[in-house]
Nanobody, 121 residues
Framework: QVQLVESGGGLVPAGGSLRLSCAAS????????MGWFRQAPGKEREFVAG????????NYADSVKGRFTISRDNAKNTVYLQMFSLKPEDTAVYYC??????????????WGQGTQVTVSS
């Protein structure tokens, strides 16, 4: 049974930082592209960042480029999202995703339950 468990969310003031983690089990982690989506109240789920199975290729939404960094540790079956200079518009539930293909998408194979990030102004 595949499980993706996110952690690290919370309440942070604007300009602050958080690091999200996603621990994966039940799958061959190093064979999956991983990444993060987010969903704010009343909005559609949107792509945030993705990373290839090797970690050699990353991509980001324009809204987070230069502020967020995605990384992975294949020895720990974990993917991370380091978030700096947080803005109130970053407030959302953040979801981890795993995809057997080259990159994650809204149709990715597996999803976590999400972790809430709230940025106060």
């Amino acid at each position: 049974q595949v499980q993706l468990v996110e952690s690290g969310g919370g309440l942070v003031p604007a300009g602050g930082s958080l690091r999200l983690s996603c621990a994966a089990s039940g799958l061959t982690f190093r064979s999956y592209a991983m990444g993060w989506f987010r969903q704010a109240p009343g909005k559609e789920r949107e792509f945030v960042a993705g990373i290839s199975w090797s970690g050699g290729v990353t991509n980001y939404a324009d809204s987070v480029k230069g502020r967020f960094t995605i990384s992975r540790d294949n020895a720990k079956n974990t993917v991370y999202l380091q978030m700096f200079s947080l803005k109130p518009e970053d407030t959302a539930v953040y979801y981890c995703a795993a995809d057997k293909g080259l990159k994650i998408s809204i149709r990715s194979d597996y999803w976590g339950q999400g972790t809430q990030v709230t940025v106060s102004s």
